[in-house]
């Protein structure tokens, strides 16, 4: 098992930027896939973007272009740098760890943006 400690969220006015940061702890040499979802008032979680098992980056049709994730090379951290953000951008940001055996999320950390 993993756990995951979100941090990097706040209020920021549109056209900004934030930086989200996930760090992982416990087995972190058996996570799979990494990444970042989302969960608007009222909306499903959604995807924001994450690494697959063999490397491979997806993003949301929402956020290409403006948002990378990236992570360390001991794949214990991972980060997603938010530009050019919009007032639709306005969720609780989670991370997230998975592999065979589990499907871990972070506490969230609510990111606002404002008009």
């Known amino acids: 098992q993993v756990q995951l400690v979100e941090s990097g969220g706040g209020l920021v006015q549109a056209g900004g930027s934030l930086r989200l940061s996930c760090a992982a702890s416990?087995?972190?040499?058996?996570?799979?896939?990494m990444g970042w979802y989302r969960q608007a008032p009222g909306n499903e979680r959604e995807l924001v973007a994450r690494?697959?098992?063999?490397?491979?980056?997806d993003y949301a049709d929402a956020v290409r272009g403006r948002f990378r994730i990236s992570r360390n090379n001991a794949r214990n951290r991972w980060f997603l740098q938010m530009d050019s953000l919009k007032p639709e951008d306005t969720a609780v940001y989670y991370c997230?760890?998975?592999?065979?055996?589990?499907?871990?999320w972070g506490q969230g950390t609510q990111v606002t943006v404002s008009a």
């Open positions: 416990g087995s972190t040499a058996s996570i799979g896939a």
């Open positions: 690494y697959v098992i063999d490397g491979t980056i």
């Open positions: 997230n760890a998975r592999s065979r055996w589990y499907n871990t």
